[in-house]
T-cell receptor
Framework: DAGITQSPRYKITETGRQVTLMCHQT?????MFWYRQDLGHGLRLIYY???????DKGEVPDGYVVSRSKTENFPLTLESATRSQTSVYFC?????????????FGEGSWLTVV | AQSVTQPDIHITVSEGASLELRCNYS??????LFWYVQSPGQGLQLLLK??????LVQGIKGFEAEFKRSQSSFNLRKPSVHWSDAAEYFC????????????FGTGTQLKVEL
């Protein structure tokens, strides 16, 4: 039971570079999410996806792009990384739209922008 | 919009002592409420959730939480803390029809003294 896997787990990049964080889930969950975690802010939703080819903005989408061509994959791209995007990024998935459904989280991707 | 407040940033308890972590939410209707735990370097794991019925909810690892509508609270409790409970704890709220988009509190870091 692989669950959700994120890659890379750790990344250092330079300001202005493009970075893609990968997320893969093996449950065929419809919903997938990207959160960022910052000290003092908890987790904030960047983007979410209800199904393949359906994505929508969350609370902090600026500077990020997502795509979802396949149900199991939900990559997050920073088109031109900035220092303020240094954070821990969590991918998550959920079976359905029912708000009480459990959301399952990956182990996180630590991104440092220098 | 919904919001979550975790007033305690850090809490230290002795092993074997009881624990209560506070969570207050703001939401106009009946919320869906969650507690997640995050161990260092790991993703978030669901401890318990409330969406209807009995206001006292039992979770994994001996945790429980009580939904109090009159106080807009969903405090997490454990009668006897173990050293392995040291972690960060997040309260989250979801709204009906919200498509699983959770709003998280800023977290409470629990330290357990031996």
């Amino acid at each position: 039971d692989a669950g959700i896997t994120q890659s890379p787990r750790y990344k250092i990049t330079e300001t202005g570079r493009q970075v893609t964080l990968m997320c893969h889930q093996t449950w065929s969950h419809s919903y997938m999410f990207w959160y960022r975690q910052d000290l003092g802010h908890g987790l904030r939703l960047i983007y979410y996806s209800a199904a393949a080819d359906i994505t929508d903005k969350g609370e902090v989408p600026d500077g990020y792009v997502v795509s979802r061509s396949k149900t199991e994959n939900f990559p997050l791209t920073l088109e031109s990384a900035t220092r303020s995007q240094t954070s821990v990024y969590f991918c998550a998935s959920s079976e359905s739209v029912f708000s009480a459904n459990t959301i399952y989280f990956g182990e996180g991707s630590w991104l440092t922008v220098v | 919009a919904q919001s979550v407040t975790q007033p305690d940033i850090h809490i230290t308890v002795s092993e074997g002592a009881s624990l209560e972590l506070r969570c207050n939410y703001s939401y106009g209707a009946t919320p869906y409420l969650f507690w997640y735990v995050q161990s260092p370097g790991q993703g978030l794991q669901l401890l318990l959730k409330y969406f209807s019925g009995d206001t006292l909810v039992q979770g994994i690892k001996g945790f429980e939480a009580e939904f109090k509508r009159s106080q807009s609270s969903f405090n997490l409790r454990k009668p006897s803390v173990h050293w392995s409970d040291a972690a960060e704890y997040f309260c989250a709220v979801g709204r009906t029809g919200g498509g699983n988009k959770l709003t998280f509190g800023t977290g409470t870091q629990l330290k357990v003294e031996l």
